[in-house]
Structures are given as structure tokens and as C-alpha cells.
């Protein structure tokens, strides 16, 4: 009986060993079994492929990195926005854009008068009539200004050739319109303290109306600094 | 010692055992691991799988190449574009007074005289027959001649008052642009130089300036004025 149970227990080692063995060398034989060798060529395949699509990899993250610094903020694209948004409220002021709002249409034209008389002279409306009401819708806060659809602009020059009135070089004629957006009411007052209320005496046709909303148009001429330059750093 | 000798044998076997086992797991793991040990049809997959990849991959890098290469262009576009903004921005705020500026030009003094009447009519004409002739940027006293600047008389015609301030002489009236220009544009036969200096006897004094620095103007916001895309600027 003694006998018997340490014989089962080295029977059953034996077996166990007998099986593990074939297994082992079943495992052995099949890295070198002729469907393993014709695999190799698929293996390559796998692993150059791995490669290629490594270094892929590599090129898409450099490329992103690239990319990442463009539209960063600090990007040129960044400092462009404020200057558009200043640009857009400068050409307002600037008089590059068709306005409107409330405020007076003055109309002045020569007398019938310098037609017959002798010396017309008399009887015109003069550069300086323009100019000075133009200064008077100014003191008034006129915001736009227009003399026949021609807009006043901080360079504007008005002057006489013969009989004939320039606005921005532009040959303007009687009856001359000068419209100007502002407080109406205003305008009018201090319309009527200047060269105007001359005019008036002097019984030129003229006329100052208020209006709700005037129409504005844009200045069509140009800016031109070649003189005029920013102050150069550290100079005052 | 027969109870001895079998558990030597037993040992023995135990050890085998134990050598073989470990042996045997260490080839399984190599198996998974390595792609010998796979099938063909998972080596097929995984080699398909790998291809298409690798195409994705190559579309992603010419999809980044284009948008990189539109980046750059645009980023060169954008340059070009902030350079010319900022030189309109610069010219518009030159325009409407509100950057101060230097340069070359003509400066106009009218010293206190009591023989001949200088008005504020007299300002507002130089100012404009300087424009004519060219000027850049002009200043009154100091201060700068925008589109908002006027001059009115105040309550006794004895001074000139330039947008509620009371001037007084000397008048000093300085203009940026090319001297010599500035100088022929404004002494006009009967312009009105001429016409203070010869038929009024004003005693003007004009001179031609390498540099004259002139201030910006407070220049007031639009309240009135409403533009049809933008309400008036704030």
C-alpha cells in the first residue's frame, strides 16, 4: 500500500513531465517550421511600414508645431485687428465716409443784379463768403461739412479763379449749397452772428434751413504728407 | 533509506518539472510578442492596417503642408497689410490733427501793431491760402488747425477767440509743407498777403523754417454725424 502511493505520485510526475515536454518541444519546433519562414517577408513588410509611418508621425507634429506659431497670438494677424478697428473710426473723422444726421442747408446765390450791372463784382457771392461761413458752421461744431456735395476736410482750400469758386480744386456754381450736419439749432445761431447775416443785408438770396437728416457724401480727394512726418523718439 | 532514496527521486522530478515550466512560459511570452509567432492572417491585418494608416498620414501631411503654406503666404500678405495700415493709420491721424508732426515750412508772425486792424477774418484766409499753396499741417498760436478749428471775434472785435480761447498777438501762424512753395503759393498778387501787407500795412513777417513741430489737436468724436454701417464713433 506504501508502495503503491509514492508509485502514483511519480507516475503522475512522470506524466505531467512527459506532457510538458512535447509541448515545449512542440513550441520549439514551430519557430522553425517553413510556415514561420514564409511569414518573415510579411514581418518586413510590418516593420518597415511601422518605420515609414513612424517618421509620418514626426513630420505632422513639426508641421503642427509650425503651424501653431501662425496663429498664435503675438501673430501679425493678432496686432492687424486694433489698427483696422482704429483705421475704421479715423476715415469717419476723417471724412472718408458718407454720413448723415440732423442739421442746416444754407443756400447763397449771386443777385439778378450781376447780370445788367456794370461791375458784378458787387453782386457775386465771393470765395470768402464760403469760407468764412464754413468757419462759422465750425465754431458752431459742425461735424461734416459740404459745399455742392463737395465735403470740407481739414485741408480743404476755397478760392476764386476769375469769377469762378474752387472747393478741393473743384469748379463749383451759384447757387452754392453748404450743408452741415451738427446741432441744428446752434448752427443757425451762429450761422446768423457772421457772414451770413451780411450777405442777408446786402440782399443776396440766401436761405438757412434746418433739416432732421442730411446726407453727407464722402471726400474724394486725397491725403498727401511729404513734409509733414511723425516727431522722430526723444525730440520734443 | 528506501523511504530516502524515492524522495531523492521524487526531488529530482520536482525539479524537472519546475525547469520545464518556466521554460515553456517564457517561450509563450516571446510568442505573443514577437510578430514570427503570429498567424499569417494577423500579420496580413496588421500589415493592411499599417498601409492604410500610412496613407492617412501622408493626406494629413499634405493637408498641414497646404495650410502651412497658405499661413505663410498670408502671414507675408499680413505684413504687407500691417505696414500699409499703419501708414494710412499714421496719414489719417496726420489729416485730422490728432498726431503731432515736424518738418520744413513757413512760419507767418503778425506782431502787435496798433495802426492796422489784423482779424480773425485775416486767420481763417492765411490759413486757407496756405492750404491752397500745399501746407501739411498748420498751427494758430499753438495750436492746431483741424477740421473742428474756427476763429470768431470776441465780444468787442478787440481779440480773436480759436475755439473758445482768446488769442492774442503776436499772431504766429506756422505751416509744414515745402518752404519755398508754401512762401510763392500765399505772396499771390492780390491774395491776401498781398493785400495785409500793401493795402493794409499789416506788418507781417514770413519766414521759411527747416523744421517746425507741430501739436496734435483734441479732436472731438462725431455726435451728430451717423455713418449708414456704423452708428456715430463713441
Redesign the interface.
Known amino acids: 500500500m506504501k508502495l503503491e502511493k509514492?508509485h502514483l505520485?511519480?507516475t503522475l510526475?512522470?506524466l505531467?513531465?512527459g506532457v510538458?515536454?512535447t509541448?515545449?518541444l512542440k513550441?520549439?519546433l514551430?519557430?522553425f517550421n517553413p510556415?514561420?519562414a514564409?511569414?518573415?517577408t510579411?514581418?518586413t513588410?510590418?516593420?518597415t511600414?511601422?518605420e515609414?509611418?513612424k517618421e509620418?508621425?514626426a513630420?505632422?507634429a513639426r508641421?503642427?508645431e509650425?503651424?501653431e506659431k501662425?496663429?498664435s497670438p503675438g501673430?501679425?494677424?493678432a496686432?492687424?485687428e486694433p489698427?483696422?478697428k482704429?483705421?475704421?473710426?479715423?476715415?469717419?473723422?476723417?471724412?472718408?465716409?458718407?454720413?448723415?444726421?440732423?442739421?442746416v442747408v444754407i443756400t447763397l446765390d449771386d443777385q439778378e443784379k450781376a447780370r445788367t450791372a456794370r461791375d458784378p463784382e458787387y453782386y457775386l457771392i465771393h470765395y470768402?463768403s464760403i469760407?468764412?461761413i464754413i468757419?462759422?458752421l465750425?465754431?458752431a461744431?459742425a461735424?461734416?461739412i459740404t459745399v455742392n456735395n463737395d465735403r470740407?476736410?481739414?485741408?480743404?482750400?476755397?478760392?476764386c479763379a476769375g469769377n469762378i469758386i474752387l472747393v478741393n480744386t473743384h469748379r463749383l456754381a451759384p447757387p452754392y449749397e453748404i450743408k452741415a450736419?451738427?446741432?441744428p439749432d446752434l448752427l443757425e445761431e451762429i450761422v446768423r452772428t457772421?457772414e451770413y447775416t451780411s450777405l442777408e443785408f446786402s440782399k443776396f438770396p440766401v436761405s438757412i434751413v434746418k433739416r432732421d437728416n442730411i446726407v453727407?457724401p464722402p471726400y474724394k480727394g486725397s491725403?498727401?504728407?511729404?513734409?509733414?512726418?511723425?516727431?522722430?523718439e526723444g525730440?520734443? | 533509506m528506501f523511504r530516502k532514496k524515492w524522495q531523492l527521486t521524487l526531488s529530482i522530478a520536482f525539479a524537472c518539472l519546475g525547469l520545464l515550466l518556466s521554460l515553456q512560459f517564457r517561450t509563450h511570452k516571446a510568442m505573443i510578442d514577437d510578430l514570427n509567432y503570429q498567424s499569417n492572417e494577423t500579420l496580413a491585418t496588421i500589415a493592411r492596417n499599417l498601409q492604410t494608416q500610412y496613407y492617412q498620414l501622408i493626406q494629413e501631411v499634405w493637408d498641414l503642408r497646404t495650410q502651412l503654406k497658405l499661413l505663410e503666404q498670408n502671414a507675408d500678405q499680413n505684413k504687407t497689410a500691417l505696414e500699409a495700415l499703419t501708414r494710412e493709420r499714421q496719414k489719417l491721424n496726420t489729416a485730422i490733427g490728432a498726431t503731432p508732426v515736424e518738418g520744413p515750412g513757413l512760419v507767418i508772425t503778425v506782431p502787435e501793431n496798433e495802426e492796422s486792424y489784423f482779424g480773425y477774418q485775416d486767420v481763417v484766409d492765411i490759413v486757407n491760402e496756405l492750404w491752397n499753396a500745399g501746407a501739411e499741417a498748420v498751427s494758430v498760436n499753438g495750436f492746431r488747425v483741424t477740421n473742428n478749428t474756427s476763429l470768431l471775434p470776441n465780444e468787442d472785435y478787440s481779440a480773436m477767440v480759436l475755439n473758445g480761447i482768446q488769442l492774442s498777438a503776436p499772431y504766429v501762424i506756422k505751416a509744414i509743407g515745402e518752404p519755398a512753395a508754401l512762401e510763392k503759393g500765399i505772396s499771390i498778387p492780390s491774395g491776401i498777403i498781398d493785400k495785409l501787407i500793401s493795402l493794409f500795412k499789416v506788418p507781417l513777417e514770413i519766414q521759411q523754417v527747416d523744421k517746425i513741430n507741430l501739436p496734435a489737436a483734441n479732436v472731438l468724436d462725431f455726435n451728430y454725424a451717423q455713418t449708414v454701417t456704423a452708428p456715430a464713433t463713441k
Open positions: 509514492w505520485s511519480l510526475i512522470c505531467l513531465f510538458l515536454f509541448s515545449n513550441t520549439q514551430q519557430v510556415m514561420a514564409r511569414n518573415k510579411l514581418v513588410v510590418i516593420k511600414q511601422e515609414k509611418n509620418l508621425e513630420e505632422i508641421i503642427r509650425t503651424i501662425y496663429t501673430s501679425i494677424q496686432e492687424l489698427i483696422q482704429d483705421l475704421e473710426k479715423l476715415k469717419i473723422l476723417a471724412g472718408l465716409t458718407e454720413v448723415h444726421g440732423p442739421g470768402s469760407l468764412y468757419n462759422d465750425r465754431a461744431g461735424e461734416a470740407v476736410v481739414s485741408t480743404t482750400d476755397i478760392r450736419i451738427g446741432n457772421g453727407i491725403y498727401t504728407f511729404n513734409y509733414a512726418a511723425p516727431p522722430k525730440e520734443k
